[in-house]
């Protein structure tokens, strides 16, 4: 007996660029709305304009992913066949997300509006992060399924996904972004240094693991990739202190530039050392400039054995990173 065998049709570059274009209206909207919960605290609706947009986004996102042959009419064979690989997950998280518009506004309506860190953790905002995410990676899926050639025009879908993606991770982690707090300025942060050394950790990992996501899809990395992570981590969510140590977060992409040339190199020399490269590598370069940007500012008040901790122990963290996905050498039994 011979089975038929079902070969899930490809997406196009101009369709993946509609797509990661969607996502930026999403992700824009996802920070209007956060402007207001910080600027405008007398909030009681669901129905704002910055809701408008945000949810003007998800539907020009979702109209994007609709596979097309649901457009074109009555659609022939297997319900799988119909969706381009790569665009399973976004249909599910546009599914979910609208799911959770719904809960989101009874939420709403019974509790009233959340404001500070209960908005960020609120369950029917962490079910619209989790569907947006599925819903923004579309195009870096669609790419790795096709196997897209290294291009300018054909990365810069992966590059856009990744931008918004990455934002959106850093929105919901604004409480710890050493970014926006430059924490190494104030030795009575918060918390104390403890807490500030959280904040680069954890956005160490943020950055680091976007980076080796895409190496992980595509098998290389997309000119570029590092810079537009970075700016993504740290320049968008300036918008909930007015952009107040803009400093400390325009310094890093000098760090990033940099991190990219070097990880090219290594790329084009020896493929196989390239997640370690991105995780031993980025780090220091983009906690140096950082802290050059702090120094420049706001001046940094860390001894010495403080900010250049940092740096080492990032760097530490993200070459474990790295190492948990290079390639092994170990012949084969």
Known sequence: MVLAVSHRPQSTTRRDLAA??????????????G?????????????TPWHGVLYSGYAALAIAIVPSVLWRGRPAGPVRDWVPAGYGLGLLGAVLFAVGGVV????????????????LLSPPHLLLLTAGTLMITTPVRAAAARRAAPSLAGDL???????????VAAFFLNYLSPFTDAPAAFNGFRN????????YLAFTVLVVTACLFAWTRLGRVPAGL?????????????????????????WPLLGAVLADLAVQWVAAQRPDLVPVTLGALVPPLIWSTHLIGVQLSLGVAWTEELWSGVVVLTALAGAALGGLLAPSTRPAA
């Open 20 to 33: 990661a274009l969607a996502t930026l209206w999403l992700t824009s909207g996802l920070y209007l709305d």
């Open 35 to 47: 402007w207001a919960h910080s600027h405008v605290p007398e909030l009681e609706t669901f129905f």
């Open 104 to 119: 989101d506004m009874t939420w709403h309506t019974l509790f009233g509006v959340e404001v500070s860190l209960e908005a």
């Open 157 to 167: 879908p992966v590059l856009l996904s990744l931008l918004s993606a990455v934002g």
């Open 192 to 199: 104390g240094q403890a807490f500030g050394l959280a904040q």
């Open 226 to 250: 590092v810079t537009v992570v970075v700016a993504a981590a740290s320049i968008p969510d300036g918008v909930f202190n007015d952009f107040a140590h803009l400093a400390a977060q325009l």
